[in-house]
C-alpha cells in the first residue's frame, strides 16, 4: 500500500469510516478539524496526480479515514458511473476528456471542503452560473474559506487552481490578504463576498459532579433526667412529752380527814363495829381513787407511744369511754399493771415510722434503673444505626468515585484523528491567529505559509509537533518556534466526555 505522509490515497483499511457518515452524524466542523481533513485530502490527490491519475469521483461519499488515521479515496470514476450531483464539474459531466484534468478533482475538493464547513449538500454547477455567491449558504464560514472555495468551484475550469500545489499557493496569498496591514483582494469570479467574523466552536464543557445528598445522621436523643434515690434515713422514736399527772377534774379527791385529837378511851357500851365500817368505806375510796390514776397515766403514755400511727391512737382513745374508765377503775392495780406492759409489748411491736418511705424509695430505685437501662439500650440503637448508617454512605461514596474514575478515565493512550469533542485554543479558535502573528517573524520576508501539525494531549497540554506542509527550512523552525509557545488547550474529548489525545493540523501564514 503506497503512502505519503502517512496518507494511504487509494487503501480503505479495515476499521475505516465515510466522511460523508462522520459529517452525516456529527454535523458541520469546526475550520481547524476541516482543515486538518483537506490537508490530507490534498496530499492523497497530489499523490495520486504525480502518478499521472485523475479521481474525478471526489466527494466525501468516496474519502475514508481508518484507524490509523490515514484518508484514502475509493471508486475513482469510470465510464457509465452516475455523476455525484455538486461535487461533479461542469468538463467530467459533459463526458469531455480533453477539458479533464487536475483542476477537475480540485473542483471536488472544493466542494467537499464545502460539506464538512457547512454539513450541507454543495450548489450545482447550473446554480453557481445563474446565481452567482448567493448560491452558497455560508452562514458562519470565515472570508478566507469563503474564497478559497468560491475559487475551487469556480464554474471556468480555467479560472480554478490547476494544481494542487495552485491551491496551497491560493491559500498563501488568501491568508495574506487577512493578515494587519494587507489591502484584502476578492476573487476574479467570487466579486463582493461578505468577511462574516469566523464564529467560535460551541464546544459543550463538561459539568461539574454533583454532590451528592448524604443524610444527616439524627441527634442522639437526650438522657431523661430522674430524681435520684431517697436515702433511708432513719427516722427517730419521738420522745414523750412530760405529762403532768393531775386528777380527773370531775372526781375531786376529798382532803384526807384529819386525825382526831387523842381521845380518852370511849366508855363503857362504844359500838367498834359502826367504827370498822367507816374505816374500811375509806379504805375503799383511797384504792378507788388510786386506780383510776394509774389508769389516766396508762392512757397517757400509750397515747404519746402511738403518737406517729395518729389512726390506731385514735381508736384506743375513741374506745376509751367513761363506761371502761368505770368498768376499769373496778379492776386491781396487778390488772392495771399487765394492761400497761401488754401495751407496751404490742407499741414495741409496731412497725418503725421510718419503714413508710421504703416502699415509696424502692420504687424510685427501680424507676431508676429501668430508665437507666432503657438509656443505655436506645444509646447501643443508636450507635448501632450511626455505625450502619456510615457504612451505607461509605460504600455509596465508593461507589460513586469509582464511577467518576471510569467515567474520567480515557479509554486508551491512543491518539486520534477525530473526536466528537475537538481540542480547541483556551480563548477561542479565532484567536490561534493573533497569537501567532503576535510572536512570529518573517526570517526571509517571502509570503507563503507551513502546517504546523501536534497531538493534544489528554490534560491540555501540547506534543510530537511535525511540519505537515514545508515552505523553507526557516519558515519551518519559525513555525515550529511559535506553535510551541502555544498555552495548553482544552482538551477533546469522546462520547462520554472523557478526555483522548486528539492531533490538531494549525496553519502558520508568513
Known amino acids: 500500500m503506497a503512502q505519503n505522509n502517512g496518507i494511504s490515497p487509494t487503501a480503505q483499511g479495515a476499521n475505516s469510516e465515510l466522511l460523508s457518515e462522520m459529517i452525516r452524524l456529527s454535523g458541520a466542523m469546526s475550520e481547524p478539524q476541516a482543515m486538518d481533513y483537506f490537508v490530507r485530502m490534498l496530499d492523497a490527490l497530489q499523490f495520486e496526480h504525480t502518478n499521472g491519475k485523475l479521481h474525478l469521483n471526489i466527494a466525501p461519499s468516496n474519502v475514508v479515514v481508518d484507524s490509523n488515521g490515514m484518508i484514502g479515496l475509493i471508486n475513482p470514476r469510470k465510464d457509465g458511473d452516475s455523476f455525484n450531483p455538486g461535487y461533479t464539474p461542469l468538463e467530467v459531466m459533459t463526458a469531455n476528456a480533453a477539458a479533464q484534468g487536475p483542476w477537475s478533482d480540485i473542483y471536488g475538493a472544493g466542494a467537499t471542503l464545502y460539506n464538512m464547513l457547512t454539513g450541507k449538500q454543495p450548489p450545482e454547477t447550473d446554480d453557481i452560473i445563474s446565481a452567482g455567491n448567493n448560491a452558497f449558504d455560508f452562514a458562519g464560514v470565515s472570508g478566507m474559506m469563503q474564497q478559497l472555495i468560491g475559487k475551487m468551484m469556480s464554474p471556468s475550469r480555467k479560472q480554478r ?17 487577512e493578515q494587519p496591514g494587507s489591502a484584502p483582494q476578492a ?23 454533583a454532590m451528592p445528598n448524604v443524610p444527616q445522621p439524627a441527634p442522639a436523643p437526650q438522657p431523661i433526667p430522674v430524681a435520684p434515690p431517697v436515702p433511708n434515713i432513719p427516722q427517730p422514736a419521738p420522745t414523750a412529752p412530760n405529762v403532768p399527772q393531775q386528777s380527773p377534774a370531775t372526781r ?18 362504844y359500838d367498834y363495829g359502826r367504827v370498822d365500817d367507816e374505816k374500811k368505806k375509806s379504805s375503799r375510796l383511797g384504792l378507788f381513787i388510786l386506780g383510776g390514776v394509774l389508769i389516766l397515766a396508762a392512757i397517757a403514755g400509750a397515747a404519746v407511744m402511738l403518737w406517729p400511727k395518729g389512726e390506731k391512737t385514735t381508736d384506743k382513745i375513741e374506745n376509751t369511754s367513761d363506761a371502761s374508765l ?6 386491781s392495780a396487778s390488772e392495771t399493771s399487765t394492761d400497761i406492759a401488754q401495751n407496751s ?15 415509696p424509695t424502692n420504687d424510685i430505685k427501680d424507676n431508676y434503673d429501668d430508665a437507666a437501662a432503657k438509656e443505655a439500650q436506645a444509646r447501643e440503637a443508636e450507635k448501632k444505626r450511626k455505625a450502619e448508617e456510615e457504612k451505607r454512605l461509605k460504600a455509596e461514596e465508593e461507589k460513586r468515585l469509582k464511577a467518576e474514575q471510569k467515567k474520567q478515565q ?56 511535525k511540519i505537515v506542509k514545508s515552505m523553507s527550512p526557516e519558515h519551518d523552525q519559525e513555525a515550529l518556534r511559535v506553535c510551541k509557545m502555544l498555552p495548553n488547550f482544552n482538551p477533546g474529548r469522546d462520547a462520554n466526555g472523557n478526555p483522548v489525545n486528539v492531533k490538531y493540523t494549525l496553519p502558520v501564514r508568513f
Do not use: Y
Request: no cysteine; hydrophobic share 35%; net charge negative.
Open 161 to 177: 487552481p490547476q494544481s494542487v500545489s495552485d491551491v496551497w499557493q491560493l491559500i498563501s496569498n488568501l491568508a495574506n490578504d
Open 326 to 331: 368505770s368498768s376499769k377503775a373496778e379492776n
Open 252 to 269: 375531786p379527791i376529798p382532803a384526807a380527814p384529819a386525825m382526831p385529837p387523842q381521845q380518852p378511851q370511849p366508855p363503857a357500851g
Open 187 to 209: 476573487p476574479a469570479t467570487v466579486p463582493n463576498i461578505p468577511q462574516p467574523t469566523p464564529s467560535v466552536p460551541n464546544i459543550p464543557q463538561s459539568a461539574p459532579p
Open 410 to 465: 480515557p479509554t486508551s493512550d491512543k491518539v486520534l484523528d477525530l473526536a466528537p469533542v475537538m481540542p480547541s485554543f483556551p480563548k477561542g479558535d479565532n484567536k490561534i491567529q493573533g497569537f501567532i502573528n503576535s510572536h512570529k517573524h518573517n526570517p526571509t520576508g517571502e509570503s507563503g505559509f507551513v502546517v504546523v501539525q501536534f497531538v493534544v494531549n489528554k490534560n491540555g497540554s501540547l506534543s510530537n509537533f
Open 345 to 359: 409489748n404490742s407499741v414495741a411491736n409496731e412497725e418503725p415510722a421510718n419503714d413508710v418511705a421504703i416502699e
